[in-house]
């Protein structure tokens, strides 16, 4: 053969090698393990949208349950392993992850997330102005009341702009007269005991999140607004007003079972309550404190791809399917209705979501759109966070059982501080 | 010859036994009864208390649906499968430990006895996190061996088997030995055929820890495919609510499976020795 | 045949199960000794975190209480488990069925139950409303400090009682019918056959019941994470509750396995006291 045949036939046969060797690396399959908290059923929606458009991708969920997350992920992840590829990840937990190297940066695509998210998404899936985590998921609250209780009190119903709003003292009169008038209890809170839920308080009388200081590793829970909130906390059970001792999980049973005039709670409760014999209620925007400001808890779980995974670019291919793209996001929450970060997702979301709930439908949209927009704030960005969590759902129980206000507050501080600087 | 007489004392104890028996079970016959009602009558009737209470005024079965459409079903074969392989494997380690440390007398026997004594003095939860570094590095996370292994060396079950073996009498092993049978033949011809209730006894001790084990399945063995049942009915307690009925199915399930299992060897945990003729 | 060729042996028989307990539990404990002798950050040994969990208030309270809960808990749920052998020591029809009544709660999983208890012990809940019934008035059950541990002692009795019961019903079954004769014979009651029959014959067993219950309520977690996450204001801190919080809520691990090796030890002490005391010489027939 001339050299010039034996070079082509060379050429030739190293193209011909390279398609096939490309081919052979589109055709093997990948499969990546996400993990969440969610059942299986939850994140079905958004898989097979996925493993649609990219039939190559195959994508195992494992349902971990939420208090084990903790454990999961810093025995799989602390240990190295390259067994998960996507997780769902607590926002409030991503400094604490970030500062054990859980997490790897995500600077590069701050271009393509800074136009989906609103501000306070954005700090929240930050540290120290860099992004780490992906938006899936945010959370907002809402008041459910129940009209018969109402009625039965001569109590008009409140009205859902956000100028109707109520302040705790009002609350607190009307829950007196719906009680008078035969209700069970006035008042409750859906996660009491929480911290998520009851930081509103202390932020709307403008105590501040408890957290100060550099990296926000100081405990500040003994100022007056904090012993100010925490007084008027306990004196919801103290009263009557609320139920004492009721689990957590328990509480939203009260609601449904018609013995609780005021319920501020998630608008996942929707359908529950939708569905519940004999239960007509509406919705209004959650009260706040007289002469402070308006204030809703938000945020929940983000994305994020393991610095471990075995498959890191198939991985962040379906981290940005699941948050940036919105019908991927939209995806996500289909069965599952929490409100998605991304704001286009949102716009898909919320009407989807209002045309599900005759009579309510559009005030709920209403609210949780104002709510995001307007009042949101997010929980202290703190590698101590979770320790924080831990102690302050303690003292929330504990001043649920009774205990004195500022002792319990005194005790907790002392102990929040020594063990946060056992944190870096 | 007196024919049978309805003695007083005797139906006062008959009784007193009915109502320490139904006291037990109550709690477990609400958790019944409210995976069988709608989702909100699990919490309606708890007060004051009513027939309601304890009989469901409306059925439904669309928790066991709910439940089945999970992982559910698998996740109970997984649970019984590593269950009874857990108490095979086990049985016959530490029935062999427990005869050896009973009836062979070797220099060292208290070491290893402190050994066993102290392995089941530590927390199992609280070494989690390092044995999970120790299977990973044997390549066992989601496999059954990863989820039966830690089961099997039990040190509660070898104490209780060597308190059985202390208290059968030594004269047993000297007439052997004067036979000249080795151990093994002792062991395996004299003493283990007397071992019945004993090794059901040891048996339900690594039983009961594999069905009750929570953290450890969840770290090793997440996956669909190898899920415990304790941990497939934890997804139902999200963080957005908690789905009580299918949790109430799932635990009636998970229930059922034990007390058929209580139920078949009951009479045989407290068939006595003496049957066997060994104490007069 | 020697001692010392037994030795070979007994290794022989008790290969796989040294072998378990060392790969699978002895060592990873000792990496937890070794992590606890590393404060956080630290590259040098050092009993930092030994120093810090005892000078920790909340960590000595939680001892404090445990050693509580103990004295408290371990004899009443002897007694009663011993009470139940006893009464259901017979052939009475049904007796098996309320046996296997007693004994199921072991097998429920401890999340399960502590979903239905937290349900009874509700202010509003069923335990007040049977209560109601007797005319007594509504407790405050887990929401009191001073009534919450008494909670879960019921609620961990409730779950154990039945497997210890089994155990000394087997024992009870044990003792050979001419012992009690010969004892009736010498002119003894019911209390004196119990006290010098009953007892000394069921020494193995009861060692067993007393060792075992006494550790397990040591390491009791479940109920008091679901039903009362250490209080309220900590009356209800368990030890083990107290490691659990600090390896995976507070991600302090090293003063968690610095707080599991001092659990370690205070159980062995304790193990090794109860050995003494029943007499366990290891080789008596």
Known sequence: MTSIVKTALAAAMAAALSSVSAAAVMAQDVTLTLISAEQDAVVAPVIAAFEAKYPNIKVQHQSIPFESMNATIEARIGGQDSSIDVMFVDSPRVPAMVSRGYLKSLEDLRGEIEPLVTPVALDALSVNGTIYTLPLWTSTQMMFYNKDLLDKAGIPYPGSNAEDRLTYQQIVDLSKKAQAAGAKYGFTFEQVDRYYQLQPIFESVGAGSGLTGEGNLTASITNDNWVKGAQFYSSLFADGIAPRGVPVGQIPPLFSNGEVAFFVGGPWRLDGFQKAEGLKFGVAPVPYFEGGKPVTPTGSWALAVSPYSAHPDEAMLLAKFMTLDPEGAFKTVEANPIPPVNLKAFDIYIDWFAAKFEGVGEDAKKIMTYELRDTAISRPLSAGYVAFEEVMNRVFGDLRNGADVVPTLQDAERELNSTLSRIQ | MTTARIKPARVLHIATIAAAGIVFFLPLWWIFISAMRPEDDIFRYLNPIGWETFLPTRWTFDHFVALFQSTFGRSIFNSLFVAVATVAGGLIVCTLAAFALAVIEFPGRNIVFTLMIVSFLIPFDAIALPLYYVMRGAELQNTYLGLILPGVGNGLAVFLLRQFFLGLPKELREAAMVDGMGWFQVFWRIYLPLTGPAMISAGLIMFIFQWQAYLWPLLIAPATEYKVAAVSIAQFNSAYGIAFGPIMAGAMCISLIPMLILVFFQPYFTNSVASTGSKE | ?285
């Open chain 3, 1 to 285: 045949m020697s001692k010392s060729k037994n030795v070979l042996v007994a290794l022989a028989f008790l290969a796989p199960a040294i072998l378990a307990v060392s790969i699978l539990r002895i060592w990873p404990a000792l990496v937890a000794v070794h992590e606890s002798l590393l404060a956080p950050r630290a590259t040098t040994y050092s009993l930092d975190n030994y120093i810090y969990i005892f000078t920790d208030p909340i960590f000595q309270s939680s001892v404090v209480t445990t050693l509580f809960f103990s004295i408290v808990v371990n004899p009443l749920q002897i007694a009663v488990a011993l009470g139940l052998a006893i009464l259901l020591n017979n052939k009475l029809p049904g007796t098996g069925f309320w046996r296997t009544l007693i004994l199921l709660p072991v097998a429920i999983p401890a999340s399960v139950s502590a979903v239905v208890w937290a349900a009874a012990l509700r202010p509003d809940g069923l335990a007040n409303a049977m209560l109601a019934v007797f005319g007594i008035g509504p407790q405050p059950f887990l929401t009191s400090p001073q009534q919450a541990l008494a909670c879960i002692i019921l609620v961990t009795s409730w779950i154990g009682v039945g497997y210890w019961m089994t155990i000394l019903l087997a024992g009870l079954q044990d003792i050979p019918k001419s012992l009690y004769e010969a004892a009736r014979i010498d002119g003894m009651n019911r209390g004196q056959q119990f006290r010098f029959v009953t007892l000394p014959q069921l020494r193995r067993p009861l060692t067993f019941v007393l060792v075992a219950d006494t550790v397990a309520n040591f390491l009791v977690f479940a109920p008091v994470q679901i039903l009362t996450r250490g209080g309220p204001q900590r009356s209800t801190n368990l030890i083990m509750h107290e490691i659990y919080t600090r390896a995976f809520a507070t991600g302090d691990k090293s003063s968690a396995y610095a707080a599991t090796v001092v659990l370690i030890l205070l159980m062995l002490t304790v193990v090794a006291i109860q050995f003494r005391m029943m007499g366990d010489q290891g080789d008596k027939a």
